[in-house]
């Protein structure tokens, strides 16, 4: 199956001050990724090409990297996610910037049903919060996380899966 799944935001911030949030990505002060609610972002070195991490099951290498504009991830697992997902920043004009993330790949295997069934619906979730903390960080205005009855669920035993196998 075919994966193109695109989430942006266009904010009211001149790129440079977005850009910051971006290289902030994976690090202790990390004012991107959505941490305080989702499985933090980690690496093995600092952003930039080669770093291997990933968050949660999600397993990804830095394949490219322009500071302050641009991260491209290539998916290294689960079994069955064959491309990439990626943060751009687009300037719109010298006061506005588009924070887009993109995920495209090709499933296969058993990832041809935990994708639409799991993965998907958890990307799409975290992906919005982080475009919502962004705008926070950046001190506009940003949307409430309000998760389905299904992202809830799923969350939920994620959770007590992970209890379990740490106990």
């Given at each position: 199956?075919?994966?193109?799944?695109?989430?942006?935001?266009?904010?009211?911030?001149?790129?440079?001050?977005?850009?910051?949030?971006?290289?902030?990505?994976?690090?202790?002060?990390?004012r991107l990724w959505p941490s305080e609610s989702w499985p933090p972002m980690r690496f093995d070195h600092p952003l930039g090409e080669g770093a291997q991490g990933g968050h949660g099951p999600i397993r990804y290498q830095v394949t490219q990297f322009e500071s302050g504009r641009r991260v491209r991830f290539r998916f290294t697992g689960p079994p069955g996610f064959c491309g990439f997902h990626e943060f751009q920043l687009i300037?719109?004009?010298?006061?506005?910037?588009?924070?887009?993330?993109?995920?495209?790949?090709?499933?296969?295997?058993?990832?041809?049903?935990?994708?639409?069934?799991?993965?998907?619906?958890?990307?799409?979730?975290?992906?919005?919060?982080a475009?919502?903390?962004?705008?926070?960080?950046?001190?506009?205005?940003?949307?409430?996380?309000?998760?389905?009855?299904?992202?809830?669920?799923l969350r939920f035993l994620l959770k007590k899966k992970a209890r379990k196998t740490s106990a």
């Open positions: 199956m075919k994966v193109n799944n695109i989430h942006q935001r266009t904010v009211s911030s001149p790129i440079q001050p977005v850009g910051e949030l971006l290289d902030s990505l994976s690090t202790t002060r990390d300037s719109k004009s010298p006061e506005e910037t588009i924070i887009r993330h993109v995920l495209r790949m090709k499933t296969t295997g058993q990832a041809l049903f935990t994708w639409p069934v799991i993965f998907r619906p958890l990307h799409d979730a975290l992906i919005e919060d475009l919502n903390k962004a705008a926070r960080q950046l001190g506009l205005p940003a949307g409430k996380s309000d998760w389905s009855g299904w992202v809830r669920m």
